[in-house]
């Protein structure tokens, strides 16, 4: 078994490597003067290669950056490759919303696989029909677990788990499963570029600490509008927020604190940058090295720890 680290979260995959009791492999990464990239890796002939690269911004940067460490696995005569993607970029381009438009998951998925990749491993992709696109078979993990398992044990009774958006409704579920709260639902508008509006919420949420899940956090226009509603809404001042995917674009991290949130949390699918922000981390490494352990030894994964509903 080999680890390869890509350039984009290297601290993951030394934390995956840390838990299967593994060394990370040598990958050097070369770059030209005119942008271009040139992986190359150590020691993959014949190994069952597991490649950790999320595709988080700069996106393709290191979407080709995975694309070629794969290729050069494949080419070194790895026996298996697998692309472990813990944030995949372009999952939000899951279907067309308007003619002209390419439907980009389904092209990064067929990318992946034609530079080689045997399998992939996602967590908590935006579309959870993701797997349905990728013509290599695609394992799906989830930062849930981890996540609310940081926040039991540390709400008050009578939270409520809120969706900050109709897509985010079964995250919302599979949080509110773990932390026994009932589910509100918000309704977003998004208008141009990166602006969003909260228009309503259904559910009960007066004097109640709410919990906003989502899968990732961008910009943070999102968790800014849910959390204006939800306190004009009667909810307790006192609202935490979590999310898979911490990629805090723009001055995301910075419009987060100005909230005065009681906490912010994320996985480490995405490297988080030092955003001089007050952001929690509930490490995915352990979900990650459990899956390559169960691949590597050609046993099915094992069922997240969510109790059934
Ligand atoms: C959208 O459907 C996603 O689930 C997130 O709500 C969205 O990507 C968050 O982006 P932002 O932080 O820019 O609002």
Excluded: W
């Excluded at 381009?93 to 439907?103: I, S, V």
């Amino acid at each position: 078994m080999r680890i390869v680290p890509g350039s984009a979260n290297p601290a993951l995959a030394q934390a995956v490597a840390n838990h299967l009791g593994v060394e990370t492999d040598g990958c050097t990464l070369q770059r030209f003067p005119d942008g271009e990239l040139r992986p190359q890796v150590e020691n993959a002939c014949g190994a069952d290669v597991y490649i950790v690269q999320p595709t988080s911004p700069p996106v393709n940067e290191h979407l080709v950056e995975l694309l070629l460490l794969v290729d050069a696995c494949r080419r070194s005569r790895a026996g298996r490759v697998t692309a472990v993607v813990p944030y995949f970029g372009y999952a939000r381009q899951d279907r067309r919303t308007a003619p002209g438009q390419a439907l980009g998951s389904a092209v990064v998925a067929d990318a992946i696989a034609a530079a080689g990749a045997d399998r992939l491993v996602v967590v908590d992709p935006h579309t959870p029909e993701l797997e349905a696109v990728c013509r290599i078979p695609a394992e799906t993990l989830s930062a849930v677990p981890a996540l609310a398992g940081a926040l039991a044990g540390h709400l008050p009774d009578g939270t409520v788990v809120v969706a900050p958006d109709l897509g985010a409704v079964k995250l919302a579920e599979r949080y509110a499963a773990v932390l026994h709260g009932p589910v509100a639902v918000v309704r977003k508008q998004r208008g141009a570029g990166s602006a969003v509006a909260a228009l309503d919420v259904a559910g009960d949420v007066i004097g109640r600490t709410a919990v906003i899940v989502d899968d990732m956090i961008t910009t943070g226009a999102t968790i800014e509008a849910a959390v204006g509603l939800l306190r004009a809404g009667g909810a307790a001042h006192d609202i935490v927020v979590a999310a898979t995917h911490g990629l805090f674009v723009h001055a995301a991290a910075g419009r987060l604190q100005d909230l005065g949130l009681r906490r912010v949390l994320v996985s480490d699918t995405v490297a988080v940058k030092n955003t001089g922000a007050t952001i929690e981390i509930a490490s995915v490494a352990p979900t990650i090295a459990d899956a390559i352990a169960c691949l590597h030894t050609d046993k099915p994964l094992r069922d997240p720890p969510i109790p059934a509903r």
